[in-house]
């Protein structure tokens, strides 16, 4: 049975980012079909921010009418929603509305901003929700929130969506002779050829066909999404009724009181040594945190998001294309797979020590800043065309989101070992890092242009 339940929340978990992040995974093949093109995700970015309204009023709501709002029927809300969006992705993605001079991707847009909605909601519904089950279960959601990242990439990677080759292009150039001056003659020599055509060859990286249409991925997702949304009914099913058997434990424990002799209701349940015991247990299981522990730790969850979740997303293709493309698939695959897997490890190997988890996170810092200092240096970054340069560029990124997703789990345990607020707080700051980190980002990409991309097929950095 506890089996069952961990599979349960690890379900339900998966569902609180899978659909955003599949539908970052299958851009390469959307952007071929849409009006937008590459310019595409600079509109997504801003649209998901704007769905950053939804858990904006759940918080708003539990700081000024704490008790009003359930996450319950929120939860199953926007779970349905999310399917429902999914579906109608499948049929209508690449429907385009003209507007003005030209055509555009309206409905979505339109989608793609319910579709945020329902996981930036998720930050600040979810985990209240996981308050409602006994702390262990915590680790295993966070595990199925990685996994919300690792799956629809596995189902992209399968059906080989932006996966690229090198293809050896042929164009043709006019080729006008000049007069050619001699060093022998000091003389000018006429043209040997009359003026014509010449072939030349460059390489370039083109797409590989799909191996099924975007149709078949969305419906994808609408299952995955589907069986959140199962899953959330059966554990509020369980919840439910492990509610009602502690009700009637109590109303047994008060009858037997109100019966029991008096000798005995004097005497008391435990002897004052053990008694004093179990209070001084309990003491020790919910230690106490000082306000400045409690800000240091709200700061670090929005941090480390603002980093996972905002900056360090917006610049991976930048860091890793000029390696090639199986650096760049395996850094993004490989960086999937440690998040779940690093979940998993911290059910045996937890640490609560803020100063452990404050060295943890300047390392993970650390490998986020080399990842950004190459993006800053594409197309030429170093060691490029090296295998060192892959090698080093793929455990970056799988030991940036080791170290971080550690982090997120053992924040996450603290706060709900504390109270349900605490987890409602915990995420409004992973949304509130996560914006925060997406806009910063923003105009350094697409306005200022502060990154370079590259073509590994035609990149030359001999120089």
Not at 291 to 310: D, E, R
């Given at each position: 049975?506890?089996?069952?339940?961990?599979?349960?929340?690890?379900?339900?978990?998966?569902?609180?980012?899978?659909?955003?992040?599949?539908l970052?995974?299958?851009?390469?093949?959307?952007?071929?079909?849409?009006?937008?093109?590459?310019?595409?995700?600079?509109?997504?970015?801003?649209?998901?921010?704007?769905?950053?309204?939804?858990?904006?009023?759940?918080?708003?709501?539990?700081?000024?009418r704490?008790g009003?709002?359930?996450?319950?029927?929120?939860?199953?809300?926007?779970?349905?929603?999310?399917?429902?969006?999914?579906v109608l992705?499948?049929f209508?993605?690449?429907?385009?509305?003209?507007?003005?001079?030209g055509?555009?991707?309206?409905?979505?847009?339109?989608?793609?901003?319910?579709?945020?909605?329902?996981?930036?909601?998720?930050?600040?519904?979810?985990?209240?929700?996981?308050?409602?089950?006994?702390s262990?279960?915590?680790?295993?959601?966070?595990?199925g929130?990685?996994?919300?990242?690792?799956?629809?990439?596995?189902?992209?990677?399968?059906?080989?969506?932006?996966?690229?080759?090198?293809?050896?292009?042929?164009?043709?150039?006019?080729?006008?002779?000049?007069?050619?001056?001699?060093?022998?003659?000091?003389?000018?020599?006429?043209?040997?050829?009359?003026?014509?055509?010449?072939p030349?060859?460059?390489?370039e990286?083109?797409?590989?066909?799909?191996r099924?249409?975007?149709?078949?991925?969305?419906?994808?997702?609408?299952?995955?999404?589907?069986?959140?949304?199962?899953?959330?009914?059966?554990?509020?099913?369980?919840?439910?009724?492990?509610?009602?058997?502690?009700?009637?434990?109590?109303?047994?424990?008060?009858?037997?009181?109100?019966?029991?002799?008096?000798?005995?209701?004097?005497?008391?349940p435990?002897?004052?040594?053990?008694?004093?015991?179990?209070?001084?247990h309990?003491?020790?299981?919910?230690?106490?945190?000082?306000?400045?522990?409690?800000?240091?730790?709200y700061?670090?969850?929005?941090?480390?998001?603002?980093?996972t979740?905002?900056?360090?997303?917006?610049?991976?293709?930048?860091?890793?294309?000029?390696?090639?493309?199986?650096?760049?698939?395996?850094?993004?695959?490989?960086?999937?797979?440690?998040?779940?897997?690093?979940?998993?490890?911290?059910?045996?190997?937890?640490?609560?020590?803020?100063?452990?988890?404050?060295?943890?996170?300047?390392?993970?810092?650390?490998?986020?800043?080399?990842?950004?200092?190459?993006?800053?240096?594409?197309?030429?970054?170093?060691?490029?065309?090296?295998?060192?340069?892959?090698?080093?560029i793929?455990?970056?990124?799988?030991?940036?989101?080791?170290?971080?997703?550690?982090?997120?789990?053992?924040?996450?345990?603290?706060?709900?070992?504390?109270?349900?607020?605490?987890?409602?707080?915990?995420?409004?700051?992973?949304?509130?890092g996560?914006?925060?980190?997406?806009?910063?980002?923003?105009?350094?990409?697409?306005?200022?242009?502060?990154?370079?991309?590259?073509?590994?097929?035609?990149?030359?950095?001999?120089?």
């Amino acid at each position: 049975m506890a089996f069952l339940v961990h599979l349960l929340v690890c379900v339900f978990g998966m569902g609180s980012w899978v659909a955003i992040n599949g539908l970052w995974v299958e851009l390469p093949l959307l952007v071929m079909e849409l009006p937008e093109g590459w310019h595409l995700p600079s509109y997504l970015t801003v649209v998901i921010q704007l769905a950053n309204i939804g858990p904006l009023l759940v918080t708003l709501l539990h700081r000024f009418r704490p008790g009003c709002l359930s996450e319950v029927p929120i939860i199953f809300t926007i779970l349905t929603v999310g399917t429902v969006a999914c579906v109608l992705f499948a049929f209508i993605w690449n429907v385009t509305s003209r507007v003005q001079t030209g055509h555009h991707s309206i409905a979505f847009v339109v989608l793609t901003f319910f579709l945020a909605l329902v996981d930036c909601t998720s930050s600040v519904t979810f985990l209240p929700f996981m308050s409602r089950l006994p702390s262990y279960y915590l680790t295993t959601f966070f595990v199925g929130e990685g996994f919300s990242g690792l799956l629809p990439a596995l189902v992209a990677l399968a059906q080989g969506s932006g996966i690229t080759t090198c293809v050896n292009v042929t164009a043709s150039l006019d080729v006008t002779p000049s007069p050619v001056t001699t060093g022998e003659t000091h003389g000018t020599q006429g043209p040997s050829s009359p003026t014509g055509w010449a072939p030349a060859s460059r390489l370039e990286s083109r797409y590989l066909p799909a191996r099924f249409s975007p149709l078949v991925f969305f419906l994808l997702l609408a299952g995955m999404m589907g069986c959140c949304l199962l899953a959330f009914l059966l554990l509020q099913r369980r919840a439910r009724a492990q509610q009602g058997s502690i009700e009637d434990l109590l109303q047994s424990q008060v009858t037997l009181h109100s019966i029991r002799p008096r000798e005995e209701k004097d005497a008391g349940p435990l002897d004052p040594v053990e008694g004093s015991k179990g209070k001084g247990h309990l003491e020790e299981k919910v230690a106490t945190l000082h306000p400045a522990q409690l800000a240091f730790i709200y700061t670090l969850v929005a941090f480390v998001n603002a980093l996972t979740n905002g900056v360090l997303p917006s610049v991976q293709t930048y860091s890793c294309l000029p390696y090639g493309p199986v650096a760049y698939h395996l850094s993004a695959t490989l960086s999937s797979v440690a998040s779940p897997l690093t979940c998993f490890l911290s059910i045996f190997l937890p640490n609560r020590s803020l100063p452990f988890l404050g060295v943890i996170t300047v390392l993970g810092t650390g490998f986020g800043a080399y990842n950004m200092a190459m993006a800053a240096m594409s197309p030429c970054p170093l060691l490029q065309g090296h295998w060192g340069g892959e090698v080093l560029i793929v455990m970056s990124w799988v030991l940036f989101s080791a170290c971080l997703s550690y982090i997120k789990v053992m924040l996450g345990v603290i706060l709900r070992d504390r109270s349900r607020s605490a987890l409602v707080w915990c995420g409004a700051a992973v949304q509130l890092g996560s914006l925060v980190g997406a806009l910063l980002m923003f105009p350094l990409v697409n306005v200022l242009r502060l990154f370079a991309s590259a073509d590994f097929c035609s990149l030359d950095c001999a120089a």
